[in-house]
């Protein structure tokens, strides 16, 4: 079965400063992947998602995120962060195999400070 | 918009006493997705359907139900929860495609007295 670790329980960042937030997931072939975010008492929403093609994959709110088959990763990135993007933040993988269900990370809680 | 909807938002039970949290979607997305989420912790599957078929979690207690009378609406019942049970529930909303996203709402706390 799939499964994905994210290293990283909290970060903390200056606002202005860059930011990657990290995913690795283990999985035979190439599964999918997907950032989500949640801020406090809310639902999940998808930042981005990688199926194929392009290995850099753009998303809302600025936010990219590098698939790298070699390393087994899909690492999310922000040049510039806002106060705004504090929140935690979950990568997911799915996987053929299993439908379209989706097994997550622990998740990451980003701290802005100003 | 199209969206997924959860009602109540906040949901306080008694110990043993059953509570039903409530979904619906206007995405016409055929399948359906339950989430436990206890504090600081991810998401886990519960259960999710396809179109009425029902696909249980092997690891979901049986304390936990489901039902899906439509396409737009869908339900979790909590038989007897116990303070165990007190924890954000997810509904998601999607289609059996490849890569396809699973569509968010906004959760039901649930908390147990």
């Known amino acids: 079965a799939q499964s994905v670790t994210q290293p990283d329980i909290h970060i903390t960042v200056s606002e202005g400063a860059s930011l990657e937030l990290r995913c690795n997931y283990s999985?035979?072939?190439?599964?999918?992947l997907f950032w989500y975010v949640q801020s406090p008492g809310q639902g999940l929403q998808l930042l981005l998602k990688?199926?194929?093609?392009?290995?850099l994959v753009q998303g809302i709110k600025g936010f990219e995120a590098e698939f790298k088959r070699s390393q087994s990763s899909f690492n999310l990135r922000k040049p510039s962060v806002h106060w705004s993007d504090a929140a935690e933040y979950f990568c997911a993988v799915g996987a053929p195999e299993y439908g379209n269900k989706l097994v997550f990370g622990a998740g990451t809680i980003l701290r802005v400070k100003s | 918009d199209a969206m997924v909807i959860q009602n109540p938002r906040y949901q306080v039970t008694q110990f043993g006493k059953p509570v039903t949290l409530s979904c619906s979607q206007t995405?016409?997305?055929?399948?359906m997705y339950w989430y436990q989420q206890k504090s600081s912790q991810a998401p886990k599957l519960l259960f999710h359907?396809?179109?009425?078929?029902?696909?249980n979690e092997a690891d979901t207690p049986d304390n936990f139900q489901s039902r899906r009378p439509n396409t737009s609406f869908c339900f979790l019942d909590i038989r007897s929860p116990g303070l165990g049970d007190a924890a954000m529930y997810l509904c998601a909303t999607g289609v059996l495609r490849d890569g396809e996203t699973q569509y968010f709402g906004p959760g039901t706390r649930l908390l147990v007295l």
């Open positions: 999985y035979g072939a190439t599964p999918y």
């Open positions: 359907y396809y179109d009425k078929d029902f696909n």
């Open positions: 990688y199926f194929s093609g392009d290995t």
């Open positions: 995405l016409n997305h055929n399948v």
